[in-house]
Structure formats: C-alpha cells, structure tokens
C-alpha cells in the first residue's frame, strides 16, 4: 500500500521567500506529525495533528511557522520570510491514532535556504 | 522536563562485534520507549518497543527505570545494521514522542 508521500523532496529557496510543504498521510491514520531533522540537532517535534486539529504547537520555532490539515488528510507546512537557520530535512509522519502507535515516516523534504 | 541522551554521535565496531547503543531519559512517570532506525537512503522506521520486549533482527533493549536507561543491544554486528538509531519517549500528556539526538552505527567489515 502507498505509505506517507510529502513534497517537494528538494526545496532551495532564497532568504525571506515563503515555502510550502506538503505531506500526504497514508489513508485512515489519524494521528499526523510534522519533525524537524537537522546534522547534530536530532529529530524535533514541530507539531502535531489529531484529525484537523493541531492540539499540540508547542515545536514551532516561531510565529513564521504554521501548519494545518484539511479533511483529516493532507497536511501543509508554511514557513514565512525563511531564514538560512531553517535548512533542515521537514519530515513528516503519520500513526492510526495515537503517537505511541507506529509511527510512519515519509522521506522528508530537503529545504535550503540561501 | 522530559528529555532524552544519547551520548555517542557515532559508534562505530567491527563485524561480529557486539554492539549496545545507549540510551538514557527523563521522565516523571511511566515511561513508554521506542527505538527508531534510518537505513542510507531510506525513511525511518521502528525498530521496537519496549512494551513488546521483542527481538527485532537480532537488537533487543531493555527499560531499566533503576538507571533510567534503555540501550539498544545486539550480540554481534552485521554490516546491514548500519544505519542511524534514534532512541524516543512517549511523552505522556503532551501525547508526542521526544526523540534522541540519534547515533551513527558504522559496522566495519
């Protein structure tokens, strides 16, 4: 079956332009998370979705960090006026229902900020 | 405040060797454990979980609340292995898992 998809898998764009990410949980989870994958920094929880409601933003590095979840399916993450410090990998994963149910992992979107 | 450490950034053994990679949390309550692993080039994956106390190809870990601890071990290392370990807790009420820094297993031939 078809697992999590995001896209694009590669981002470069210039310091202050707004990106968008996308991730396409796989069917009848639930349970959605954005992570933030940087060299030395690990995995950081950005956010997390329980159907459309995002009960838990306390990752967002800051205000120009949003996200949401239409019809409890696909998700977006929109960053605004990007700087160099958000270059990271923004992976995205999905469970049935509850974080401690399986976490599926998409392949990540590469953002570079120049 | 929940937390979790993994001290080695890369761990690297010979095949054959045994293998631990360690893991150590913070957490005031009942902790829920999880290792998760990114093989090159692919996404992330579980490993297993402590609940399960299952052996997945060959790694077994163990919760040790005593020394608030759950290293990932193996016997003896195959090149397959690796791979990219991160260590994660269940964070309770925050309903999220708080990953490790994660370490680098690099299995020599």
């Known amino acids: 079956g078809a697992g999590v998809s995001q896209s694009p898998s590669n981002k470069v764009t210039e310091k202050g332009k707004d990106v968008e990410l996308r991730c396409d949980p796989i069917?009848?989870?639930?349970?959605l998370y954005w992570y933030r994958q940087s060299l030395g920094q690990g995995l950081e929880f950005l956010i997390y979705f329980q159907g459309n409601s995002a009960p838990d933003k306390s990752g967002l590095p800051s205000d120009r960090f949003s996200a949401e979840r239409t019809g409890g399916s696909v998700s977006t993450l929109t960053i605004q006026r990007t700087q160099q410090e958000d270059s990271a990998v923004y992976l995205c994963a999905s469970s049935f229902r509850h974080s401690t149910d399986t976490q599926y992992f998409g392949p990540g979107t590469r953002l570079t900020v120049l | 405040a929940q937390r979790v450490t993994q001290p080695e950034k890369l761990l690297s053994v010979f095949k054959g060797a045994p293998v631990e990679l360690k893991c150590n949390y913070s957490y005031s309550g009942s902790p829920e454990l999880f290792w998760y692993v990114q093989y090159s080039r692919q996404r992330l994956q579980l490993l297993l979980r402590?609940?399960s106390r299952e052996s997945i190809k060959g790694f077994t870990a163990d919760l040790n609340k005593g020394e608030t601890s759950f290293h990932l071990k193996k016997p003896f290392a195959q090149e397959e292995d690796s791979a990219m370990y991160y260590c994660?807790?269940?964070?309770?009420?925050?309903?999220?898992?708080?990953f490790g820094t994660g370490t680098l297993l690099a299995v020599q031939p």
């Open positions: 402590h609940i």
């Open positions: 994660a807790l269940y964070g309770g009420a925050t309903n999220k898992l708080i």
């Open positions: 069917s009848g989870h639930t349970a």
